[in-house]
């Protein structure tokens, strides 16, 4: 058996029909390397990653300084364990972390693996805390329509897309969804609310949907008003993709609790972290029934470690968010020249290198159709139903961004 053979034979993947994927003509690309925002496949064919190999990539692929940290971490140690020990990397990534948020009440990281444990960590820290500081009524969540935040039944809960979450919601906690502040602000009983939680300035799965000037400042406001913890999942938007390290940092909102995953490694290896203020961490204190009895095999991976730390050297070394900068504002021009010259562009939605393309048309699965046929273009990504995702390493240069949106229009038509 080669290994597209065993692939159909052995593997289940996600988000993915498995009767489609498995059908005999269906040949799927089957990735080998990657250098930089390129991709190379097991025939030797030459792609730009579009979305980042699933929104984590931040500075490309096979960055030699980010491969040598890993391989000197490797040379000491690979992985030891976090319950009962500590180790340096660990101790100076949540320094540099909350280092962030300098003068802010933002000053503890619990690490774990990925995007949903880091939501599912504050969601039980947000519960918990009130359970055993005199508020044992507030034990229900607000979320908004079509929002994402994991899969893991905790952070499932708080997603807003049916297709994803409607058969789960009986399993798992009160959460009640509104669309925008206003509904927000309208909802009884907001005594028994623990925590809001939103994906600031964009929802990605939500075909990039992006939230209007003020929003986040205004909910900030809100929560603090009327006491309920601010969670901000920064899965997607941390680590320079909307042009600042966070999203937050644009509105200059310090939120209760911050969950990051995906780019805190720069898309290296599974890690994640949620941090949280002093004020929060301060009530889990006491004896051992106060203690937050959560954590994973993997929490702190010391090669994790070694690669965030890295990653955000990177940031430093080659001004990463200068640059983002300067790419957004080209992304932007180019696709504004799309937007204006296809009749098959219903609308382009950005915020810094992350961008939806949203078809013109009433035909389902157009969206799928379009990123097949910009492969033969050399590029690969994923829609969401008739969006177009765009969300490059932020390492990509203009040619390369040229080369991007050049395929995304050439698919259009070839496909509308």
């Known amino acids: 058996m080669n290994h597209v053979e065993l692939d159909k034979q052995y593997c289940w993947h996600p988000f993915t029909p498995q009767s489609e994927w498995t059908a005999l003509e269906y040949e799927p690309i089957m990735i080998e390397s990657g250098d930089g925002v390129w991709l190379r496949d097991a025939e030797g064919k030459t792609y730009i990653d579009g979305n980042s190999s699933i929104w984590t990539n931040i500075h490309g692929h096979s960055h030699p300084y980010l491969n040598k940290a890993i391989a000197a971490q490797l040379e000491k140690i690979a992985h030891s364990s976090y319950l009962g020990f500590g180790h340096p990397l660990a101790s100076e990534l949540a320094a540099k972390l909350v280092s962030f948020f300098p003068e802010t009440d933002l000053q503890r990281v619990f690490f774990s693996d ?39 039944l905790g952070a499932a809960s708080l997603g807003g897309v049916e297709a994803f979450f409607a058969r789960f919601r009986k399993f798992g906690l009160t959460v009640h969804f509104v669309r925008d502040l206003v509904e927000l602000r309208e909802l009884p009983d907001l005594d028994k609310i623990a925590g809001v939680v939103i994906e600031p300035l964009v929802q990605g799965v939500n075909q990039m949907h992006v939230w209007r000037d003020g929003m986040l ?198 496909v509308l």
């Open 217 to 414: 400042a205004e909910l900030r406001a809100w929560t603090s008003e009327q006491r309920i913890h601010l969670i901000l999942d920064e899965v997607m938007t941390g680590f320079g993709r909307t042009g600042t390290m966070f999203a937050c940092q644009q509105e200059g909102v310090v939120p209760d609790f911050l969950c990051l995953a995906k780019g805190l490694t720069g898309g290296y290896m599974p890690m994640a972290a949620t941090l949280v203020t002093e004020e929060i961490y301060n009530g889990f204190l006491g004896g051992a029934e106060r203690a937050f009895y959560y954590g994973h095999s993997y929490t702190a991976n010391p090669l994790g470690c070694a690669a965030a730390l890295a990653s955000l050297e990177i940031f430093e070394q080659e001004n990463t968010l200068v640059g983002v900068e300067e790419k957004a504002t080209y992304l932007a021009y180019k696709l504004s020249h799309l937007a204006n010259e296809s009749k098959h562009v219903k609308e382009v939605r950005r915020c810094g290198l992350i961008a939806g393309v949203e078809l013109h048309t009433d035909l389902a699965g157009m969206g799928g159709e379009v990123c097949v046929a910009a492969r033969k273009y050399q590029l690969l990504t994923r829609p969401i139903l008739n969006t177009i995702v765009l969300m490059p390493p932020l390492s990509i240069k203009r040619d390369e961004i040229d080369m991007m949106v050049a395929a995304v229009e050439q698919a259009i038509r070839d």
């Open 114 to 152: 990925n995007g949903s444990t880091a939501v599912e960590c504050a969601m039980k820290m947000a519960l918990q805390y009130r359970l055993q500081n005199a508020e044992p009524e507030r034990t229900e969540f607000v979320a908004f329509v079509n929002g994402y935040h994991g899969d893991t």
